[in-house]
């Protein structure tokens, strides 16, 4: 453990620095699914979902790294090579096959809501040490994604 500009003690600053790359993992494999998704996407809604899909990387890439650079500042370290990522991440993998628009639509739903639940979980963690500059990040990651998933959900209905 690295030493931190933050006033927690060790012990909960090691609990949230795990939470984090946790999250980064996932962020991470989601981040590198979404582009996935822009690139190999198909059918009568491809113009609207091409870029929508890029949005949400752009906006996901900006929390994976303050996600990372959070971790670091607390005095750990951000794991995420794709290696690392591979092993840490709790995604399912995304079906490579996979072309038609609307089926990304719904793979990615099912995504962003796995990636919601652990963000929502480190959420609950870091309010329980008493770290609410890591509750105020989860936040807005939570309600970006949430707003996310609700355009995904439209498409679908
Ligand atoms: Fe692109």
């Known amino acids: 453990m690295f030493k931190s500009p933050s006033p927690l ?18 962020g991470l494999d989601l981040h590198s699914q979404i582009k996935v998704a822009h690139w ?4 009568p809604q491809f113009a609207a ?3 929508l899909f890029e949005s949400f990387a752009v906006a996901l890439a900006a929390f994976n790294d303050e996600i990372a650079e959070r971790a670091v500042t607390l005095g750990g370290r951000a794991y995420g090579t794709a290696r690392q990522v591979a092993r840490a991440s709790g ?14 639509v719904r793979l990615l ?16 963690i870091a309010e329980k040490l008493g770290d609410p ?3 105020d990040l989860f936040t807005r990651v939570v309600a970006e994604f949430e707003k996310n998933a609700w355009f995904l959900r439209a498409s679908l209905e």
Do not use: M, W
């Open 91 to 104: 995604l399912p993998e995304y079906p490579a096959e996979t072309s038609r628009d609307l089926e990304h």
């Open 109 to 124: 739903v099912e995504r962003f809501e796995k990636y919601l639940d652990g963000v929502r979980a480190a959420r609950a």
């Open 9 to 26: 003690a060790e012990e909960p600053r090691t609990k949230i620095i795990e939470q984090l790359n946790a999250r980064l993992a996932d």
């Open 40 to 43: 190999n996407v198909k059918g």
């Open 49 to 51: 979902l091409h870029p």
């Open 133 to 135: 500059d890591g509750v």
